[in-house]
């Protein structure tokens, strides 16, 4: 079973900036894609930015240019750096990763979540 724990929420003036920070625990053997997803009150949740294991990114439009994810895979670390915020950004942010461990049947690759960390922007 892997677990993530993430952290680094609050609240903000926008125009400010953020980290957020993801830990993955459990017998990982690798972890294939790290990223965050968010969701808005109302709103379905969305992909914000992910990072593969070959450092290639994906960042949803709304944050290009202000958001960058940094990933350390010795670790299972996640991190996003938010600039510029403003008030979209306020929703709850979930980190998420694509996890191998293994078990009895062999290698077994999944999806996971952390508990999820609220994002306030004030304007």
């Known amino acids: 079973q892997v677990q993530l724990v993430d952290s680094g929420g609050g609240l903000v003036q926008a125009g400010g900036s953020l980290t957020l920070s993801c830990a993955a625990s459990g017998n990982i053997v690798r972890i294939d894609v790290m990223g965050w997803y968010r969701q808005a009150s109302g709103k379905q949740r969305e992909l914000v930015a992910s990072?593969?294991?070959?450092?290639?990114?994906n960042y949803a439009d709304s944050v290009k240019g202000r958001f960058t994810v940094s990933r350390d895979n010795a670790r299972n670390t996640v991190h996003l750096q938010m600039d510029s915020l403003n008030s979209e950004d306020t929703a709850v942010y979930y980190c998420?990763?694509?996890?191998?461990?293994?078990?009895?049947?062999?290698?077994?690759?999944?999806?996971?979540w952390g508990q999820g960390a609220q994002v306030t922007v004030s304007s």
């Open positions: 998420n990763a694509n996890a191998c461990t293994l078990n009895y049947y062999g290698l077994t690759c999944d999806w996971y």
């Open positions: 990072m593969s294991t070959d450092d290639s990114s």
